[in-house]
């Protein structure tokens, strides 16, 4: 099986302007969580997904927003970019219901400059 | 009460050597409780994991340890190899709201 895959895996942007990223998840996986991932605060929870609807969010401003659609690929969505929100971007993928197993895509590299 | 407590921040371990990476929490509610490892340059990769009824689980060389009673769990590898050189983090999750509580990792060197 393939594992999850994520879209671009690097990038780099401007203050201000906004991105999106993209999460393909483990054929078969109905749930897809994002975290951000920084040197100074570790694995932050952003949100999961679950057949289409927001399940969780963690504390993270309006400007991150997400969606999954019906084949469980999953997007977020950041706006108004910050030098702040320069980090690892990971995502990560179960099976349905719990989340108990999460496995995790090799990141988007987000550089905001 | 969050929170999970990761200690040390960094460890250093002779090969063959047991490396052993401890983790607290405070929320009783938390039910799940997950090891990850992390190379550079990948995503967090689940190593083992345990739930709160079972106070040890061994996977090969990788062992967690579980103490319910004062809210501690631990990973232990044994025979450690310089290819175990990484990032551990621990984690909990309650099974009501599906999110992962992260540990601030161990950066974890093994020594040839």
């Known amino acids: 099986k393939a594992g999850v895959t994520q879209t671009p895996r690097y990038l780099i942007k401007t203050r201000g302007q906004q991105v999106t990223l993209s999460c393909s998840p483990i054929?078969?996986?109905?749930?897809v969580s994002w975290y951000q991932q920084t040197p100074g605060q570790g694995l932050q929870f952003l949100f999961e997904?679950?057949?289409?609807?927001?399940?969780n969010k963690g504390n993270f401003p309006g400007r991150f927003s997400g969606r999954q659609f019906s084949n469980s690929r999953s997007e977020m969505n950041v706006s108004t970019l910050e030098l702040g929100d320069s980090a690892l971007y990971l995502c990560?993928?179960?099976?349905?219901?719990?989340?108990?197993?999460?496995?995790f895509g090799p990141g988007t590299r987000l550089t905001v400059t | 009460q969050q929170q999970v407590k990761q200690s040390p921040q960094s460890l250093i371990v002779q090969k063959g050597g047991i490396s052993i990476i401890n983790c607290a929490y405070e929320?009783?509610?938390?039910?799940?409780f997950p090891w990850y490892q992390q190379f550079p340059g990948k995503g967090p990769a689940l190593l083992i994991a345990?739930?709160?009824d079972v106070s040890e689980k061994k996977e090969g060389r990788f062992t967690i340890s579980f103490n319910k009673s004062a809210k501690q769990f631990s990973l232990h590898i044994m025979d450690s190899q310089p290819g175990d050189s990484a990032t551990y983090f621990c984690?909990?999750?309650?099974?009501?709201?599906?999110?992962?509580?992260w540990g601030a990792g161990t950066k974890l060197i093994i020594k040839p």
């Open positions: 990560a993928s179960s099976v349905s219901g719990s989340s108990y197993e999460q496995y």
């Open positions: 054929s078969g996986h109905r749930s």
């Open positions: 997904y679950f057949s289409e609807t927001q399940r």
């Open positions: 929320n009783t509610a938390f039910d799940y």
């Open positions: 345990i739930r709160p």
């Open positions: 984690a909990a999750l309650m099974d009501s709201n599906y999110q992962l509580i």
